[in-house]
């Protein structure tokens, strides 16, 4: 079954430390891979994507995200947050299956960057 | 980068009555659009799936009765939610695509029914 999973919901960490969020696939297929943020009462932002190529990829806001096809990963990461980066971040994944091809969402995590 | 809007952004309603809500692309055709439907910190669950001119596509468990998708043109499409009931109550976001790589999200429309 293609799924994807999100594995922390919540992550607290303090301003202008590293910071990793977790996402993990499960497919048989190609797949299409995208990290959203979304801050409260808003709709989503397109962080970063992969399509092909290069597996390490760099997106908005000092983010970047490495495809591991292995590990059927895609883990977001940012060297130093800031406040403004508290938000929730949803993985997203496109299997490339079938006519509507349609996103599938990870749970969402909640990153919160403390003073 | 492309726009998508979504109006209202904000709408209450007493239970028993229908809401409309649109959702534009403001800079491009989109070929597909997705309605989603999301509740208090949890992950957005697709409803629908409509292509203009055609009859929208729902997911397992959505009534297309109660949720009205119409998608007249390459750049609107409206969700209508009929005899609306406090349990109805949620952030709704659209999403419209033109490629087949990437979506584009509204800003989403809380609905409040009462």
């Known amino acids: 079954a293609q799924s994807v999973t999100q594995l922390d919901s919540q992550v607290p960490v303090f301003e202008e430390a590293p910071v990793e969020l977790r996402c993990n696939y499960s497919s048989s297929v190609s797949v299409y891979l995208f990290w959203y943020v979304q801050y409260p009462n808003q709709g989503l932002q397109l962080l970063l994507k992969y399509l092909s190529g290069s597996t390490l990829v760099k997106g908005i806001n000092g983010f970047e995200a490495e495809f591991n096809k292995s590990q059927t990963s895609f883990h977001l990461r940012k060297p130093s947050v800031h406040i403004s980066d508290t938000a929730e971040y949803f993985c997203?994944?496109?299997?490339?299956?079938?006519?509507?091809?349609?996103?599938?969402f990870g749970s969402g995590t909640q990153l919160t960057v403390l003073p | 980068g492309a726009v998508v809007s979504q109006h209202p952004s904000w709408v209450i309603c007493k239970s028993g009555t229908s809401v409309k809500i649109e959702c534009r692309s403001l800079d491009f055709q989109a070929t597909t659009m997705f309605w989603y439907r999301q509740f208090p910190k949890q992950s957005l669950m697709l409803m629908a799936t409509s292509n203009e001119g055609s009859k929208a596509t729902y997911e397992q468990g959505v009534e297309k009765d109660k949720f009205l998708i119409n998608h007249a043109s390459l750049t609107l499409s409206t969700l209508t939610v009929t005899s609306a009931h406090p349990e109805d109550s949620s952030f709704y976001i659209c999403s419209a695509r033109w490629s087949t790589y990437e979506q584009y999200f509204g800003p989403g429309t809380r609905l409040t029914v009462t």
């Open positions: 997203a994944v496109r299997f490339l299956e079938g006519s509507a091809r349609q996103l599938t």
